[in-house]
């Protein structure tokens, strides 16, 4: 598992962007693909989703995920779910210790966010729908109802797949350009022509700033070119292949 020095001098707080190492599942999804959502085993799922728990020092139960669906919803968690009745939505937030908020990705930005002071921290999940939505935003004001500051949020990009492997259609800027004539900063040419390359955690990063986080730190890593350590959507569509394992972020407010 990956930790930043940013969250990890916040006091109270435990939290990691774990890999692809160190699970039960075979094939596609080796090794701890942590994905209820994918057409692996439920129970190797299961298994490696405990473990992660376990690298938390935290029981399986502590873990609570939601129906990830590319939106803007931001929900506040006091409790784990009723199996099988996750909300859809796209971060969670919480002031209740010993929950331990997770997003599953595989090239998406995961971002987690602990408030220095107040006890609040979140979890989100910003893919390119959820960040030009508002998903950011949401997280954001709904920290700040529980007593969080714009200005004490740390917020932590995780591994997200990296500019150079993120070629997108001539269509793809429009939104984005649209938001903010600055936006172009994350648009590279790419070899074919009308073509461009999209900085994701770029972008992810200057959104966050913008909206008064005053600390963004991230991990320095391309989830669609380093297969050893993680999944990849966009690796595993280029290849063909029928589906692909998810990879966990989590973070928990110490009891």
């Known amino acids: 598992m990956i930790t930043l020095s940013a969250l990890n001098e916040v006091n109270r707080i435990r939290h990691a962007f774990f890999t692809r190492e160190g699970g039960v599942s075979q094939g596609l999804y080796a090794s701890l693909n942590c994905g209820p959502g994918s057409a692996d085993s439920a129970a190797a799922v299961a298994e490696n989703r405990a473990r992660a728990m376990a690298l938390l020092d935290l029981a399986p139960t502590?873990?609570?995920?939601?129906?990830?669906?590319?939106?803007?919803?931001?929900?506040?968690?006091?409790?784990?779910?009723?199996?099988?009745?996750?909300?859809?939505?796209d971060a969670l937030v919480t002031t209740r210790p010993g929950l331990a908020l997770g997003i599953l990705t595989a090239d998406c930005a995961p971002v987690l966010l602990a408030d220095?002071?107040?006890?609040?921290?979140?979890?989100?999940?910003?893919?390119?729908?959820?960040?030009?939505?508002g998903v950011l935003d949401n997280t954001l004001d709904a920290m700040v109802k529980l007593g969080a500051g714009r200005k004490t949020i740390v917020a932590a990009i995780g591994p997200c797949i990296g500019q150079r492997s993120y070629e997108v259609?001539?269509?793809?800027?429009?939104?984005?350009?649209?938001?903010?004539?600055?936006?172009?900063?994350?648009?590279?040419?790419?070899a074919r022509p009308g073509h461009f390359l999209f900085d994701?955690?770029?972008?992810?990063?200057r959104r966050l700033a913008r909206l008064g986080v005053l600390e963004v730190t991230r991990v320095p890593a391309d989830t669609c070119r380093d297969e050893t350590r993680f999944f990849s959507y966009r690796?595993?569509?280029?290849?063909?292949?029928?589906?692909?394992?998810?990879q966990l972020s989590a973070i928990v407010l110490e009891r």
């Open 200 to 205: 994701l955690p770029g972008y992810v990063a």
């Open 62 to 89: 502590a873990l609570v995920t939601v129906h990830q669906c590319h939106s803007a919803e931001a929900v506040v968690v006091d409790a784990p779910f009723v199996p099988g009745q996750a909300p859809k939505a």
């Open 116 to 133: 220095r002071r107040a006890g609040v921290c979140a979890a989100a999940h910003a893919g390119w729908r959820g960040a030009v939505g």
């Open 169 to 190: 259609g001539p269509e793809f800027p429009a939104p984005f350009l649209a938001e903010d004539e600055d936006n172009a900063d994350f648009f590279a040419p790419a």
């Open 235 to 246: 690796r595993a569509t280029l290849r063909r292949e029928p589906d692909y394992g998810r």
